[in-house]
């Protein structure tokens, strides 16, 4: 069962945005990643779907998430949705799962008038980079470039 994540129902969510950072090697940090995702929901830049393993409410507890951004495109002149973070539990894997999310997410931006949706992974991440070439994602060979601040 997907459910749109909310300031009321974040915490859900916390921990499993914590292990994602783990995965990319950052350290865990639960205050701040609660901090964080609240602030993107309050100020309304972002939205959160997580993936809920059943619906029975003593053992209510995601095992995957997405996060997408709010952003533009000046050139197309549309609303865009950057799907920037997919994680499913190690233990979920490979049961479609993820799937299952990116097709939610697709579903929300056709009826919410998105010209398209984005996604990006690490280099490394074959597993994902196959996953979304078979949804129809198509990679992008421009050179691209970002600036540490």
């Known amino acids: 069962m997907i ?7 974040l915490s859900d969510t916390i921990n499993l945005f914590d292990q994602y950072r783990i995965f990319y090697k950052k350290e865990s940090d639960l205050p701040t990643a609660e901090m964080y995702l609240s602030e993107r929901l309050a100020n309304n830049e972002a939205i959160i779907f997580a993936y809920y393993e059943t619906e029975q409410e003593q053992t209510k507890q995601p095992i995957a ?4 951004y709010f952003t533009f495109s000046s050139t ?7 799907l920037n973070d997919l994680f ?3 233990t979920h894997r490979s049961q479609g799962i993820g799937e299952q999310l990116i097709h939610h997410v697709f579903a929300y931006a056709k009826a919410n008038d998105y ?8 280099m490394d991440n074959y597993g994902a980079q196959k996953l ?3 949804l129809g994602f198509v990679e992008d060979s421009s050179v691209h470039y970002s600036y540490g601040v």
């Open 132 to 134: 979304y070439q078979r």
């Open 65 to 68: 998430f997405t996060l997408c």
């Open 88 to 90: 499913v539990l190690p």
């Open 3 to 9: 459910q749109q994540i909310t300031t009321n129902t």
């Open 115 to 122: 010209a398209s949706v984005g996604i990006e992974t690490a």
């Open 76 to 82: 197309r002149m549309a609303k865009t949705l950057q």
